[in-house]
């Protein structure tokens, strides 16, 4: 790999490494260009949300800045988050942000600013996180994801749940990754492997914002 003495001048910044490696495998599993890179965040001090939308206005006034691509959690407020991320390119100059990112997720271009796009996961329409984003990737007739939602049910009914109800993503889909030949593979790697591969058109329209976005 060639040493780069600028920053790449098209970037995607994600929140943690499970989305680096997710993301990496999907654009490999699609044949998505190599036309932008994604920082590792293992390589900024802090890991997360909150850093990485700090961040933006810093990035963004990077004169070799030609697109940047955002993607984040919604949490358990969809609106909340789109509402940090404009309020942080509305103070670098962005305008006519709308209320929200749309389905098939947000790019705007402006004159003398970079291209910018923004992706919530999971869909740009629902509260969640990227956990909620890679069970699309489980078909919905798949015997073990039914059986894994049981558990987590029962679970949550005996009151004997270790993880937090707002987790219960996180909960389901290692749950369900632990029930496969190969026990616990990490999530990116499970869609290399194809154990992750259904062709949802919830990850169909991620992918075509990602090419559009670099295209």
Known sequence: MTKRNKPHPQQLLVEGMN???VICALCEKYNVPETFCI??????KTQGVEPLLLSLPIILKDVNLQTLGIVV???QDLQARWQGISDKLKSVGYDNIPKNTGAEGWIYEQN????????????NQLIGELEDFVAYLIP?????????????DELEKLEINGYNKDDRSKAFIHTWLAWQKEPGRPMGLSITANVLKYDNEIIQAFINWLNKLYQ
């Not at 003398?112 to 996961?121: F, Q, R, S, T």
């Not at 798949?142 to 987590?152: G, R, V």
Request: net charge negative.
């Open 112 to 123: 003398e600013l970079p291209k910018i796009g923004v992706w919530i996961m999971p869909n």
């Open 39 to 44: 920082p590792r965040p293992d390589k900024r």
């Open 73 to 75: 959690d919604a949490d």
């Open 140 to 152: 919905d007739d798949d015997q073990l994801k039914d059986k894994a939602n049981e558990i987590l």
């Open 19 to 21: 989305d680096f490696h």
